[in-house]
């Protein structure tokens, strides 16, 4: 692990990685005789699934930083049975040393869709979302994004107190990573609270394919940025703006200012002029240039099952 200036042990790594292909995913009509946590992965699903255990070795045991070789993993997941086996094939390319434990935890589950999902029905209220946003929409007995995006900030909340208590590696020579299997929704609602996105932002996100991996790695200003392990090109493809993707890269460069989401001032602002106060206060007062009403954007691919 990698220490801060003010010594906490931060993990080198933070992996997120979606489950492999589910019956849900081939055939949404099986959402209506089986419960969304019991729906299990397909053929390829298993085998997506070992592929994504091979890839996660080779990041962590070809680019460990790690002098003496010391590395491992530590896995968050799903209590859904398509995380679970998910996780359960990954593991089948590490050795029991490499693993430094694992957890359950509910709060990445899957966003609650509402029980079994009829398909006719479910089709007319994900058209409705369409229309309504998909971060602020609620399924009818279920959950909305934004309620995914408070349970996930409470995970947060315990994941730095593990972290701050060195509860995930007592060895402070081992090079740890974590890797949570969860959801495509959840995995984007993380990135989200991690980068502190906004709701615009977030409504712009592309789902990620089955089992793929996301990487947040350390960098050296001691920040989480995507921008070690995957290229401008992929974070465009996954839906970040160019401002996004900027902050990204200024979280992979060394620096001793933490620009506290300063690259989205102005987004919150109609009109914020260079000079001080004292300056001019000539327009302070004007609403010549307020847009109360700004042209909605399209929103993007259909999130299926996540």
């Known amino acids: ?29 099986a959402y209506s005789t089986t419960p969304d946590h019991q729906i299990p992965l397909t053929a390829l699903g298993l085998r997506q699934a070992r592929e994504a255990g091979r890839q996660i070795k080779a990041i962590l045991s070809g680019s460990s930083n790690s002098s003496n070789g010391k590395w491992g993993a530590y896995f968050y997941v799903s209590p859904y049975a398509r995380t679970l086996s998910t996780l359960r094939q990954i593991g089948r390319s590490f050795s029991r040393p490499r693993v430094l434990g694992a957890r359950e935890e509910c709060r990445i589950r899957e966003q609650d869709f509402g029980n079994f999902q009829v398909q006719d029905r479910m089709r007319l209220v994900k058209e409705a979302r369409q229309r309504f946003g998909r971060f602020f929409f609620r399924f009818p007995e279920g959950e909305s994004a934004a309620d995914v995006f408070d349970r996930v900030a409470s995970f947060l909340e315990s994941l730095w107190r593990d972290i701050d208590m060195n509860r995930l590696c007592h060895d402070h020579l081992t090079q740890t990573n974590l890797v949570i299997v969860t959801h495509g929704l959840t995995s984007r609602v ?117």
């Open 1 to 29: 692990m990698s220490s801060s200036s003010g010594g906490r042990r931060l993990p080198e790594r933070i992996i997120l990685v979606r489950h492999g292909e589910s019956e849900g995913n081939v055939d949404s009509a």
């Open 190 to 306: 993380f990135l989200m609270k991690w980068f502190k996105w906004t709701v615009d932002q977030f409504e712009h996100l592309n789902n990620p394919g089955n089992c793929e991996i996301r990487v947040m790695q350390l960098g050296p200003s001691g920040d989480y940025t995507l921008l070690i392990h995957h290229t401008p090109q992929e974070l465009h493809q996954w839906g970040l703006s160019p401002e996004m993707i900027t902050d990204q890269h200024s979280r992979a460069t060394p620096s001793t200012a933490n620009d506290f989401g300063g690259y989205l001032t102005n987004s919150f602002f109609d009109h914020l002029p260079d000079h001080s106060d004292s300056d001019s206060n000539s327009n302070s007062d004007s609403d010549s240039h307020c847009n109360p009403h700004p042209h909605p954007h399209p929103h993007c691919q259909e999130d299926g099952a996540s």
